[in-house]
């Protein structure tokens, strides 16, 4: 189980890095791009919690796809809110689109998938997203964030959806039985 996980973590780290030719860097990103991003992951996590409450059956997979779709709503209000009172607008950039782009295959992916096979794909994705993301914001995002308000909410958020990635490992090891 570690391996897939490892794996998976692989691969959606390795899309949440992929850049364009000209080799753009996640690190290089100002404060309004690393919104954008955070921004645009929250609401892909969001989609694929639809996603599993349209899909799967087990109450379990619900539980955590209504957690999703709670907490990723409430950090994305604080964001807007915040980028409000800042007079501030967030920043399409590489990083965010391709995180769009890996979504739609993804869902599209996923979409086709019932029952069991489902539920354990949309887990296993959940684990690896959380991972990803999580990695990324810690030691990309937050160490390269000028603004203390901005970086207060990365921070917070961080912590929530550290405990998202145990609740995802918990979810992988039920449906795996």
Known sequence: MKIISSLLAAGVAASLAAAPASAQDAAALNDLEIAHVAYVADNIDIRYAHLALAISTNPAIHEFARTMIRDHTAVNEQALALLDKLGAQAQDNFLSQTLLENADKLVDEMAGLRGA?????????????????????????????????????????????????????????????
């Open 117 to 177: 096979e489902f539920d354990k794909r949309y887990a296993e994705n959940e684990l690896a997203y959380h991972m990803a993301v999580n990695d990324l914001v810690e030691n990309t995002f937050i160490p390269n964030i000028d603004n203390g308000e901005v970086k207060a909410l990365f921070e917070a958020g961080l912590e929530i959806f550290k405990a998202h990635q145990g609740h995802a490992e918990m979810m992988v090891g039920q449906v795996s039985q």
